[in-house]
């Protein structure tokens, strides 16, 4: 299997194995799939994380507003007593005001708190570290889990506004929001490699050979942005290393040319013949005119 480093910009994002078989459209409809699910995933984690610190979305028409406001515009959250969590609720306003402050006890509060974790840390950049492929699986398995832990805190649902229930049922809006901007078309990327662009309708072989264990590390983006910036022949890991090599060598031969020192030579407790001048009385002759 062919083992990609996908990054974004100069970002790593996951890795993921593919043939040299398999073609270039496929391969990058596949990895634009992945970067959205994890797009998900991460999304649906802040959201929960926020469900559990305050509770379900208030209305839109009611977002922002003080209680002051909500009074004077005679408003009412229709969902606020039929989306309660198990176990009752403790009153926890959200600083925002764009939930209604009614969120679940501690126990169910632990039961999102813990699974949003677990779902982040499937998705993590630090997967990559360990070598391990993101894979639908992977992204599937970890938006199952979420939806049942919701599921367990809120039996009855929630509102058909709060967007963590929008993003289950598929209908989340992203349209002008900096989330939006993050996710990508599968029509309209680009994957590109040592400064060639993966063409579609040709093979992963054309580009990177026929060898199925090559590493290869390449970069999705958006269609118009032009060709990547190649990546760098040496790492900073290993730029790191090597001028700490050469540090240590610039060190070392130092410390030769001190004990190379031969200067001492000239010493005149260093002259072989030195006993034999003082026997003849020769010694400190010097034979050069004054």
């Not at 009611?62 to 403790?90: A, N, R, W, Y």
């Not at 700490?244 to 030579?265: I, P």
């Amino acid at each position: 299997m062919v083992k990609l480093t996908i990054k974004l910009g100069e970002e790593v994002q996951f890795l993921y194995e593919t043939t040299c078989d398999t073609s270039n459209s496929d391969l990058i409809v596949q990895l634009v799939r992945l970067y959205n699910g994890r797009l998900k995933v991460d999304r649906l984690s802040q959201e929960i994380e926020l469900l559990a610190d305050h509770g379900t979305c208030l209305p839109p028409n009611m977002q922002g507003l003080t209680d002051e406001q909500i009074e004077e515009l005679h408003l009412k959250d229709e969902f606020e007593e039929l989306c309660v969590p198990s176990g009752g609720f403790v009153l926890a306003k959200d600083p925002l005001g764009r939930r209604n402050g009614r969120a679940p006890n501690e126990k169910m509060k632990d039961v999102l708190k813990r699974t949003t974790s677990e779902a982040k840390a499937a998705i993590s950049k630090k997967q990559v570290d360990a070598g391990i492929c993101m894979s639908e699986d992977i992204i599937g398995d970890a938006l199952d889990k979420l939806r049942g832990a919701v599921t367990i805190v809120y039996p009855m649902n929630l509102p058909p506004y709060d967007p963590i229930r929008m993003e289950f049922e598929g209908k989340e809006e992203l349209g002008g929001t900096q989330a939006g901007q993050l996710v990508m078309d599968e029509g309209e990327a680009q994957l590109w490699w040592a400064g060639k662009q993966l063409v579609r309708g040709k093979k992963v072989a054309d580009f990177v050979g026929k060898n199925e264990k090559t590493k290869v590390i390449c970069k999705l983006q958006k269609k118009g942005q032009g060709a990547p910036a190649r990546e760098p022949v040496f790492s900073e890991e290993e730029k790191k290393a090597m001028m700490a090599y050469a540090y240590r060598k610039q060190e070392e031969l130092k410390k030769l040319e001190v004990e190379a020192d031969d200067s001492y030579l000239n010493a005149e407790w260093a002259d072989p013949r030195a006993l034999k001048k003082s026997f003849t009385g020769t010694g400190g002759v010097s034979w050069k005119p004054k």
